[in-house]
C-alpha cells in the first residue's frame, strides 16, 4: 500500500476559498482542455512512450481541474489561463531565443542576495545559484526533492517574465530527443537545444584532455570530448559563474555534452519509471536505479539528466543552477513527477516518500556521482525513516521569494501555493 498523507492535510491547505460552481458550469468544464491548450509538437521528432503517458493524461487533468472548479477549490486556476510549459525543441525559434535573452537579463541584473554572505554573487541568476548552493541536502531530502524544486523553478519563471518581460513558460527537455540528437563526440549540429546558435543553450565544451568523464570506475559517464569553455559566440561563453559565492573570480562556463549520460534517461526508462506504483518507488527509482551490471547506462534519470551537461558548474550538485541546462532538467522532473500523479490523484497528489533508500542528496552521502543522488553503486544505504510531518512544513526561498509554501501546497501545480501554481506540461 502506498503510504499517503492526504487523508491527514487539513482541508484549508487542500481547498482554498472559493464558491461551488453549479453542476451545469461544471459539465462545461469538461473538454476545456483541447478548447484551451494549444499543443505544438516539433515534427521533426516521433512521439516517444512518455509523450504518450502525457497525451493520455490530458482527460485527467481535465476531470481534475473540472473536479476542483465545481467544488470551488481551484484558486482560479483554471485551463483557460494555465501557463503552458513546452518542450524546448516545441517552442519556436523566437520563443526559444527570446528564453535565451531573457536569461542573459536576469544574469545582468544586480543580486538580492546578502552581500555580506556571498560577495561573489553578482546577478539575479546567482541568486538562485547561492540559494540551491547554500540547501543542496534539504533541497534533495524526499520531502522537498519534487516541491521545493517545484516553487524554485516558478520564482524563476515568475522572475523571468516580471523583471525581464519573458513572454513564455518555462521550457523543459525531453531526454530522450537529446539522446537521438547528441553525437558521441558531444556536438549536436541537429540539436535545437545544443547546436551552438542563438535560439539554443550553447554547445558543448572545447575538448580538455584534464576533463576524463565523471563517477567512479564502477560507474562512471567517460568524457564525450569536451568538459573545456564552451565556444566563443554561442549563447552564455560570456556568462560568467561563480565558484562558491565567497569570491568574485573570472571563470567561463565548462561543459561536457553527453551522450552517454542521456542514453540513461530514454523514453523506454522514463516508461519504466513511470509505472511505479507508489510514491517510494518512483523517488528512488528515480535518484538510484537498482545496480544492473549488465546496464551500461544505469545512472538514474535524475543523475543521467544532470551529467547530459557535466563539468562546470553544471555537474556539481551545488551549484549546477549556474547553468542554465539545469531547469531544463528539473522541469522534466516537475513534469514527470505531475503526470505520475496524474495517474491516481487521489492517492498520489500529496504523498511524500516515507523512506529513501538513498541517503538525501547530502554531500556527504551522495554515492559516488560527487553527491548527484548516487548512481547505482549496489551500496546498501540505510533506510532512513522520515520524522517530520509534511503537513508542517513550509518552503522557504529566503531572498529568492517573500511566498513561503507550505510543502503540500506546492504538490500542486493546478491551483496550489493559493492559486499561483497555475500550469501544465504540454
Ligand atoms: C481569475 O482569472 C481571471 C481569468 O484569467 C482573471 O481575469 C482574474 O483577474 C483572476 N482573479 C483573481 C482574483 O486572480
Ligand atoms: C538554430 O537552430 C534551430 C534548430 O535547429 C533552427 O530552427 C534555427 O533556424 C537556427 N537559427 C539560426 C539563426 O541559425
Ligand atoms: C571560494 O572560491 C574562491 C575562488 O575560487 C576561493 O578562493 C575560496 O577559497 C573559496 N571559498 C570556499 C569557502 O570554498
Ligand atoms: C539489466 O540491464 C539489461 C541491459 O540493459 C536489461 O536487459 C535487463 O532487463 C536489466 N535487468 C533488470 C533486472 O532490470
Known sequence: MPFSWSSLVVSSLLFGVGTALSEAEAAAIAGSYAANIKVVKNPAYAIDVVEQIEVTTRSKVEAFIAKKVAAGTNNNCTLENAGVRREWADLRVDEREDYVRAVKCLMAMPARAPKDRFPGAISRWDDFVAYHMTHAAELHDNYHLFPAHKHFMWVLET???????????????????????????????????????????????????????????????????????????????????????????????????????????????????????????????????????????????????????????????????????????????????????????????YSVPLYGTVVPMNMDHGGDMGGMGGMSTGEQV???????????????????SDIKVPLLEAHDQLGGNRGQFCYIYV
Not at 382 to 400: A, C, G, S
Request: hydrophobic share 30%; net charge neutral.
Open 159 to 349: 522572475a523571468l517574465r516580471n523583471e525581464c518581460g519573458y513572454k513564455s513558460w518555462l521550457p523543459y527537455m525531453n531526454y530522450d530527443r537529446i539522446a537521438r540528437d547528441l553525437v558521441a563526440d558531444g556536438t549536436g549540429a541537429t540539436s535545437p537545444h545544443f547546436n551552438g546558435n542563438s535560439s539554443s543553450l550553447g554547445g558543448t565544451g572545447d575538448y580538455d584532455p584534464l576533463y576524463t568523464g565523471v563517477g567512479s570506475a564502477q560507474t562512471r559517464i567517460p568524457s564525450g570530448g569536451g568538459g573545456g569553455c564552451i565556444k566563443a559566440g554561442h549563447p552564455f561563453s560570456e556568462y560568467n559563474p561563480f565558484t562558491n559565492g565567497t569570491a568574485l573570480n573570472k571563470r567561463c562556463l565548462r561543459r561536457d555534452l553527453n551522450k552517454n549520460a542521456a542514453l540513461g534517461a530514454t523514453a523506454d526508462r522514463v516508461y519504466k519509471l513511470m509505472q511505479s506504483q507508489d510514491i517510494d518507488t518512483f523517488y528512488n527509482m528515480l535518484l538510484t536505479p537498482p545496480r544492473n551490471l549488465s546496464d551500461p547506462y544505469n545512472w538514474g534519470v535524475h543523475s543521467a539528466g544532470h551529467y547530459i551537461n557535466a563539468v562546470d558548474p553544471g555537474g556539481d550538485p551545488m551549484t549546477s543552477p549556474g547553468d542554465p541546462v539545469f531547469h531544463f532538467h528539473h522541469a522534466a522532473l516537475d513534469r514527470l513527477w505531475w503526470m505520475w500523479q496524474l495517474q491516481d490523484i487521489d492517492n498520489r497528489l
Open 382 to 400: 540505510e533506510k532512513r525513516q522520515r520524522v517530520t510531518d509534511p503537513n508542517k512544513m513550509v518552503i522557504d526561498l529566503e531572498w529568492l
